[in-house]
């Protein structure tokens, strides 16, 4: 589930990514129910209505082992918000981007949630053809040496030009032509994920 948003009362309208599509359904007394949160993988089925958007019906959540687990929940949550506003005004998708979500859940209890942020994101910028690999300061469109800064979209900079921490220009060619982080340290993980959290 992508977004939920209260329309009157205790009535809802969510957002929710499935393999093909994104699509808005209406839950009516959806606010009292507990299943109905952004993030939360469901099952459910669907009533048309001629007048008005599809209602949902008969849901039931799918868990995973760190729902009950604090701070990953809210990682989570802050990585599935990224979605709504990426895929808005989008009906038919490619499953890449439920499978990068069913994945991304599958493994979140066993590995760092930030480091499975950063390779995601960098996963979907490639997917959708958005890397830029070239080693060129955005801003002052000069050759990058050593050390870089990446503004939204792992855009890279040099760092006195976005006025932002550096970092290695050898670990960040690395981190793009594998997409893993494993070779990063936690300090590196979280500027990376301070990044993907302003946005696709």
């Given amino acids: 589930m992508l977004s939920l948003r209260k329309v009157k009362n205790e009535d809802?309208?969510?957002?929710?990514?499935t393999k093909k599509e994104t699509k808005a359904y209406y839950r009516f007394f959806g606010a009292r129910h507990s299943i109905l949160q952004?993030?939360?993988?469901?099952?459910?089925?669907t009533e048309e209505n001629s007048?008005?958007?599809?209602?949902l019906r008969n849901l039931s959540q799918i868990h995973f082992p760190w729902l009950f687990e604090k701070n990953r929940l809210l990682l989570w949550h802050?990585?599935?918000?990224?979605?709504?506003?990426?895929?808005k005004d989008t009906q038919e998708i490619e499953?890449?981007?439920?499978?990068?979500?069913?994945?991304?859940?599958?493994?979140?209890?066993?590995q760092n949630p930030k480091r499975?942020?950063?390779?995601?994101?960098?996963?979907?910028?490639i997917h959708e053809g958005r890397l830029h690999k070239e080693e060129i300061c955005y801003i002052c469109e000069r050759s990058i040496e050593e050390e870089m800064a990446l503004m939204r979209a792992f855009i890279p900079a040099h760092p006195e030009c976005l006025h932002s921490a550096s970092l290695s220009k050898e670990k960040m060619r690395t981190f793009f032509?594998?997409?893993?982080?494993?070779?990063?340290?936690?300090?590196?993980v979280?500027?990376?994920?301070?990044v993907a959290m302003k946005g696709f």
Wanted: hydrophobic share 45%.
């Fill in 12 to 17: 809802c309208v969510a957002v929710i990514l």
């Fill in 38 to 45: 952004v993030g939360n993988l469901i099952d459910f089925e």
């Fill in 51 to 55: 007048h008005f958007i599809p209602r």
């Fill in 78 to 87: 802050n990585f599935i918000k990224l979605f709504e506003p990426h895929l």
């Fill in 95 to 110: 499953t890449f981007y439920y499978d990068l979500l069913l994945d991304a859940a599958k493994k979140w209890h066993k």
């Fill in 116 to 125: 499975i942020v950063c390779e995601n994101y960098l996963a979907l910028l």
């Fill in 177 to 188: 032509k594998t997409g893993k982080t494993t070779h990063l340290d936690d300090s590196e």
């Fill in 190 to 194: 979280a500027y990376l994920y301070d």
